[in-house]
């Protein structure tokens, strides 16, 4: 046999031994990918369950998040400390901690805070750059400037009642809160003096505020709540340490 002959017939076993080889990686191709698939799928769901979690604002979005979540985690009738590090006797005016110690409405931050896929890309990107804002507290935290209800529905395109009054939160009017408590001495939901803001009376992260009191001294203060005056004063002293 010649040496031309012997080649030829080791490149064809080789080419014999290499074709199952090949097969087999060819086959193999689809299951790697199949994998990878299912478990970029499986961390993604994982993620976006994360997401949901109080947990998950506390971990990833900027570090002025860092004050709300212990807010959250309060009990009410217990102790606890606000968002701007003040010390209360009790969590009950807060309705973060009244609304997750609430076992029929099994709500988190976004049960409340909505935001759209728009507003989450532009808060990620603040985050990573650190252009966002924040305000000194007396406690020396940095918290973001508190919002109003008209500011957390913007993006929605709702009114702003429609944050608390909604078919998934309080599915009534303004009518039916005025029938709802008009069996108090001093009906807060009427509006003698001009409609009020939800958000004037009711803190999430903070003691709620007896509106009433800006004017009615012998005004009922709730359990956790604060009056008018003590509200302005906090303010106030905020306002002039971040002027």
């Known amino acids: 046999m010649s040496e031309e002959e012997k080649t030829a ?45 109080p947990s998950f604002c506390n971990a990833i979005c900027h570090t002025p998040m860092d004050p709300y979540l212990p807010t959250y985690e309060a009990t009410p009738g217990e102790p606890a400390t606000d968002k701007w590090g003040n010390q209360l006797e009790t969590a009950s005016g807060m309705l973060a901690a009244v609304h997750r110690a609430d076992e029929s409405s099994d709500i988190t931050c976004m049960g409340c805070h909505v935001p759209t896929l728009s507003e989450q890309i532009g808060e990620g990107i603040s985050w990573v750059t650190g252009n966002y804002e924040v305000m000194a507290t007396q406690a020396g935290m940095h918290v973001v400037p508190e919002k109003s209800l008209e500011d957390l529905v913007a993006a929605r395109g709702i009114e702003p009642d429609q944050f608390c009054l909604n078919e998934g939160c309080h599915n009534m009017t303004r009518d039916d809160l005025i029938k709802a408590t008009e069996g108090m001495a001093r ?14 009376c009711h803190k999430a992260h903070r003691a709620s505020v007896n509106y009433c009191s800006s004017c009615h001294n012998d005004a009922e203060i709730p359990e956790g709540w604060i009056s008018a005056a003590d509200d302005k004063k906090l303010v106030k002293e905020l306002e002039s340490m971040n002027k």
């Open 9 to 53: 017939e080791v490149a064809a076993v080789e080419e014999t031994e290499a074709a199952p080889a090949a097969k087999k990686a060819r086959k193999k191709w689809p299951i790697v990918v199949g994998v990878v698939v299912a478990v970029l799928v499986v961390a993604g769901a994982g993620f976006w369950v994360w997401h949901e979690q």
């Open 187 to 200: 009906n807060p939901h009427v509006p003698q003096h001009g409609e009020v803001a939800c958000g004037d």
